[in-house]
């Protein structure tokens, strides 16, 4: 595995993160600290250096079970976790992004955590409520303290990360150094707002979700019985559609689909880390695999042509050719653009 750097930060990152949703079986689906300790060792010899959890994943056991598996070893890693999500139903403040939450959400974390800081955290989604200058002073302050060495949003607009970015730097205070989305064949929006943002600001990008809850896998074509296991929602012919193709290319290289899906997102523009999501040690192999997968250009067209997206207004709008040439008098092909 190869690392680069996280957004505009120095931190080295692998080229995959190790997701933790799964560690713990609380939520009655998941693999037990045997499987865990198998998956997180498989990761770590592979070359993985990022393992990504949070404060609510399987009510705080995934923490723990993180907690103890790095016991020895948590310098080699690249801890992330985050807080928003509520851990106390019923209580308005257990939840959120304020201050009062992310305070105690993170003293939690590092209790469980068995460490005394966290690389990077996340604020985990946003709840719309808190204003963006308490939010971005809080995390200045976690990172003044040394509890917290690095900051990003998951699950967030962009207009508020662009923002938050912003106020950041106006006021010297710790900047975003990445976001987190879902971003896969399937949900290939980001490419409207979140990703054109975070190049803007170079901020890197962790990926969740990029097997759709297993729908990508194929498991569900062809009379294939359950739901996406991310929402619990019904499958749409548009995700069959998507999946048959990736199936599709799967076959003529005789790969799995999952390497497949997990190559596409790797092989776009910009800086993509996805996050591993796997509930026993076969299936997180066959994910490491992907790092050996190059897709070539009639398969990356074959799949990018079936999860196309409209980009909408004023993307279209800007593109449309009448507009381009009222804009640029007929020379925008004659004008090279700035680059660094």
């Known amino acids: 595995m190869r690392y680069t750097l996280l957004g505009n930060s120095g931190l080295r990152v692998s080229e995959l993160a190790l997701g933790t949703m799964t560690f713990g079986e609380d939520w009655g689906w998941g693999a037990g600290r045997e499987a865990c300790a198998e998956m997180f060792e498989a990761y770590v010899e592979a070359g993985g250096n990022v393992v990504d959890t949070a404060n609510n994943y399987t009510n705080g056991t995934a923490e723990e079970i993180v907690g103890d598996l790095l016991d020895g070893r948590r310098e080699e890693c690249v801890l992330a976790t985050k807080y928003t ?24 974390s590092l209790a469980r955590l068995k460490t005394d800081y966290i690389d990077l955290l996340w604020v985990h989604a946003w709840d719309g409520l808190t204003p963006i200058e308490e939010v971005m002073r809080g995390l200045d302050d976690l ?11 998951s699950d967030t607009p962009a207009w508020v990360v662009a923002r938050a970015q912003q106020l ?8 975003l150094s990445a976001i987190q989305i879902k971003y896969t064949l399937t949900e290939r929006t980001p490419e409207r707002e979140l990703l054109p943002m975070a190049r803007a600001f170079d901020l890197g990008v962790c ?9 990508l896998t194929g498991k569900y074509l062809d009379g294939g019985e359950g739901r996406a296991t991310t929402t619990d929602r019904e499958i749409t012919e548009r995700q069959h559609e998507i999946t048959r193709e990736v199936v599709a290319v799967a076959e003529e290289l005789d790969v799995s689909p999952a390497q497949v899906v997990l ?13 591993l999501g796997a509930t026993s040690l076969e ?8 790092l050996d997968l190059t897709l070539d250009g009639d398969h990356r067209r074959r799949l ?8 909408g207004f004023p993307h279209d709008f800007l593109a449309d050719e009448t507009i381009e040439r009222v804009m640029f008098g007929g020379t925008k092909d004659s004008i090279d653009p700035y680059t660094e």
């Open 143 to 153: 990172v003044s303290r040394g509890k917290v060495h690095y900051v990003g949003f």
């Open 304 to 311: 990018d042509e079936v999860s196309a997206v409209e980009l």
């Open 168 to 175: 950041a730097l106006e006021r010297d205070w710790a900047p």
């Open 263 to 275: 190559a596409w997102v790797r092989q776009q523009p910009g800086q993509q880390l996805p996050i």
């Open 207 to 215: 990926v969740w979700g990029a097997l759709d809850g297993g729908v």
């Open 85 to 108: 999500l509520s851990t106390r139903e019923g209580d308005p403040n257990g939840c959120g992004n304020h201050r009062k939450n992310m305070m105690q959400a993170v003293d939690a």
């Open 283 to 290: 299936q997180l192999r066959d994910n490491l695999t992907s």
